[in-house]
């Protein structure tokens, strides 16, 4: 699913995209599968090529005249170029975003080098250049140009899939049979009819075996009433998903924790194994591999957690317009110091892409907001400071004394900023402190507040007004 630049409105009609993957082709005459992995050979090659180029000396365009040469026709070679030019993309996105997550990192360090909150042990950030993608699995995204899905007339099938070859002239016709639940799939519960497939396939090859994906769009219309109360989002790893509601969604503690503390053992054995195996001389190739079958199984726990604890949200919030943090990449690897290896790598990022994708089929209006400062600025005075938390579940104000569950004021700051246009207008980390600070002075002056202990005040803010007239 693309990115939404614009806010969502009620009544608008959303375009989504929906995937029918894991559909096994199926091989009917020995070695007509073959010229299959011989063009697609050729492909991944020419791919390559292009991708280096739009990495390194040239920038990704979709368009760009054919520079290469190859066995491939102009149709094919044009795919590839369209392809590459999307890895390219994508690439050089994760890439600059990785290089200002550095920049602002760096900035940080500093900051708290000056003025002596460097916390012992933290190092200077260093940026490691990026290498150029390698393609090593094989994909294909291809046009109508090149791939043609045709319904089929024979009962055994559903479609043929003509695919023209590197043989011009001579197409290969590969049958298409889908299981009940991609016909499911399908259909339209609406109109109970199938539904119109993209002409774009993607094809892939996995484990010596060749999948299909299939896709198809879908209108959704934003269903959010525009004076919908808003809730905001914090997302963390004791609790997936905060609200400003006061709700909590999934945890990486108990469950899940449990299973991965069972699971480390097992790679422990193996290593050292492998380091016995290693000191016989036993050549590195035939050394039994680290990487772990439950270890994978984990990941994909974890993930399915995720989806459930975001889609729990939303149902438990049906008329909410809902207001998200914009993970950085620095706010990502400043969560990721307390997360451990399975929720790293079953990606904290998967989160925000949860709820962006929920929000799209559910028609439901959702924002992203800047998550600068979001964890350290005090939801009641604006005041930012690191040690307004001093762990990590407590927010405690250092000017106000205003105290909560850290994640819950995080989460209340989320929400605030979703109609907050002059904090959407920051450029960058320093200009968002700055207008923080500025609204804090605002306050200050406002409630004519002289900075004491934060006990002190606390016991001040609790008294209320009335108490006087009860006597
Ligand atoms: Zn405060």
Known sequence: MK?????????????????????????????????????????????????????????????????????????????????????????????ANAYQAYVDDLAEYQEQQADGTLEEGTTEPQWCEWDVPTLREICIQGNCNVIKLEPST?????????????????????????????????????THTRRTINSSVTLNKRDGAWWLTLSYDEMVTVQTLPDAPVIGIDVGIANFITTSSGKTYGTFNGKIREQQKRDREKPRGKAKLRKCLEKKGVPKEKLPSTSSATGQRLIRHVRQEINRAVNLCF???????????????????????????????????HIPRQIEWNAAKRGVAVTAVKSAYSSQQCHVCWYVDRKNRPNQQTFCCKV????????????????????????????????????????????????????????????????????????
């Open 154 to 190: 024979d009962s055994c099938f559903d479609y043929w899939l003509k695919v023209s070859t590197l043989d011009k002239g001579h197409p290969l016709l590969v049958p298409v049979k889908l299981a009940d639940y991609h016909k499911e799939a399908l259909i339209d519960p609406n």
């Open 3 to 95: 990115k939404r630049k614009k806010r969502t409105k009620k009544g608008e009609p959303q375009h989504i995209t929906k995937a029918v993957t894991h559909i096994r082709l199926v091989e009917t005459n020995p070695g007509k599968l073959a010229a299959l992995d011989r063009l697609s050979q050729v492909f991944l090659l020419l791919t390559q090529q292009y991708t280096t180029l739009f990495c390194t000396d040239e920038l990704p365009d979709s368009f760009h005249a054919p520079c290469f040469e190859t066995t491939l026709s102009e149709r094919w070679h044009r795919v590839a170029i369209q392809q590459a030019a999307g890895i390219a993309k994508s690439w050089r996105t994760n890439r």
């Open 315 to 349: 149902t438990e919030h049906p008329d909410a317009h809902f207001a998200y943090e914009q993970l950085s990449v620095a706010t990502m690897r400043h969560k990721a110091r307390t997360m451990n290896a399975y929720m790293r790598a079953s990606n904290l990022g």
């Open 400 to 471: 106000c004394g205003h105290t909560t569950h850290a994640d819950k004021n995080a989460s209340q700051n989320i929400a605030a900023r979703l109609h907050d246009e002059e904090l959407r207008a920051c450029q960058n980390r320093a200009e968002v402190k700055a207008l923080l600070m500025k609204r804090h002075e605002h306050w200050k002056q406002k409630y004519g507040l002289v900075v004491v202990q934060p006990a002190v005040q606390l016991g001040l803010w609790d008294i209320p007004p009335a108490s006087t007239d009860v006597a």
